[in-house]
């Protein structure tokens, strides 16, 4: 009984381990993405700063973004290690702060000859944690882009409600597979493997953190629109029961 216990206990930690580094192996993966993909953003703003800095309105808007950029990668470290905690994050978004995410994600269009339509119907501050949303916004642009046919196009709709702020990314690709859509809304807890659904692992944990909500859906144009909404964060109080899970949704339309 003594030896059959020690070699339960010993099997134990050898899967705590392998856990451990499982986690471990996401979290470099996320961080490389979210770092790397933003860093060609940068750049391509301190080539527009080399080419047009005389022009006192283009310095003035390629300054705020590059301090922005450098402010969501030092963030970015962080939440990307799961350090992130509700109330550290600024918690005011505005329309810039999702507009800037265009430029960042504009060379990986270019490579691919994408078209973007951005709509962006935010008006004023809204009281979300901006890292957070920005993060989980990049990331669904990423994969969209990287989902895209040559010359398709990435669609990104920002709107906001009297109590949340609703973020739609949807791209022309083959589809978001079922077992990483099932994944990405919560209705299955297999992690994508390696090279699949980069970033998903980041965005359903850091939506679940803002008691959020994740839908897939299928609509008539586009092969996948993922559909993010984050409740307010005046009105987290009535989410509280709720707060480590995500209420999710998949629809698939015919």
């Given at each position: 009984?003594?030896?059959?216990?020690?070699?339960?206990?010993?099997?134990?930690?050898?899967?705590?381990?392998?856990?451990?580094?499982?986690?471990?192996?996401?979290?470099?993966?996320?961080?490389?993405?979210?770092?790397?993909?933003?860093?060609?953003?940068?750049?391509?703003?301190?080539?527009?700063?080399?080419?047009?800095?005389?022009?006192?309105?283009?310095?003035?808007?390629?300054?705020?973004?590059?301090?922005?950029?450098?402010?969501?990668?030092?963030?970015?470290?962080?939440?990307?290690?799961?350090?992130?905690?509700?109330?550290?994050?600024?918690?005011?978004?505005?329309?810039?702060?999702?507009?800037?995410?265009?430029?960042?994600?504009?060379?990986?269009?270019?490579?691919?000859?994408?078209?973007?339509?951005?709509?962006?119907?935010?008006?004023?501050?809204?009281?979300?944690?901006?890292?957070?949303?920005?993060?989980?916004?990049?990331?669904?642009l990423i994969?969209?882009?990287?989902?895209?046919?040559?010359?398709?196009?990435?669609?990104?709709?920002?709107?906001?409600?009297?109590?949340?702020?609703?973020i739609d990314?949807?791209?022309?690709?083959?589809?978001?597979?079922?077992?990483?859509?099932?994944?990405?809304?919560?209705?299955?807890?297999?992690?994508?493997?390696?090279?699949r659904g980069?970033?998903?692992?980041?965005?359903?944990?850091?939506?679940?953190?803002?008691?959020?909500?994740?839908?897939?859906?299928?609509?008539?144009?586009?092969?996948?629109?993922?559909?993010?909404?984050?409740?307010?964060?005046?009105?987290?109080?009535?989410?509280?029961?709720?707060?480590?899970?995500?209420?999710?949704?998949?629809?698939?339309?015919?």
């Amino acid at each position: 009984m003594a030896r059959a216990l020690n070699e339960h206990e010993e099997l134990a930690s050898h899967l705590a381990d392998q856990d451990k580094y499982a986690v471990l192996g996401k979290l470099a993966s996320g961080m490389a993405h979210e770092v790397n993909n933003p860093l060609g953003g940068l750049f391509n703003a301190l080539d527009t700063l080399r080419r047009h800095g005389d022009d006192a309105k283009v310095r003035e808007a390629t300054l705020n973004l590059l301090e922005r950029g450098l402010a969501h990668i030092r963030n970015v470290v962080g939440s990307t290690l799961v350090m992130y905690r509700r109330g550290v994050a600024d918690n005011s978004l505005r329309p810039a702060d999702i507009d800037d995410l265009r430029l960042l994600i504009e060379p990986e269009a270019s490579r691919k000859r994408l078209q973007i339509a951005w709509v962006n119907d935010l008006h004023g501050v809204l009281p979300v944690a901006v890292e957070s949303v920005r993060q989980v916004i990049l990331n669904l642009l990423i994969n969209a882009c990287a989902a895209s046919p040559e010359f398709g196009t990435v669609h990104l709709r920002a709107r906001g409600a009297k109590s949340a702020l609703t973020i739609d990314v949807g791209d022309q690709g083959p589809g978001l597979p079922d077992d990483l859509a099932s994944y990405l809304v919560g209705h299955s807890d297999e992690a994508p493997g390696t090279g699949r659904g980069l970033g998903l692992w980041i965005v359903r944990r850091l939506v679940a953190d803002e008691d959020g909500e994740i839908r897939v859906i299928q609509e008539n144009g586009l092969s996948t629109l993922i559909s993010v909404t984050w409740p307010f964060r005046e009105n987290l109080s009535r989410f509280e029961s709720a707060k480590d899970s995500v209420r999710v949704e998949a629809i698939h339309v015919e």
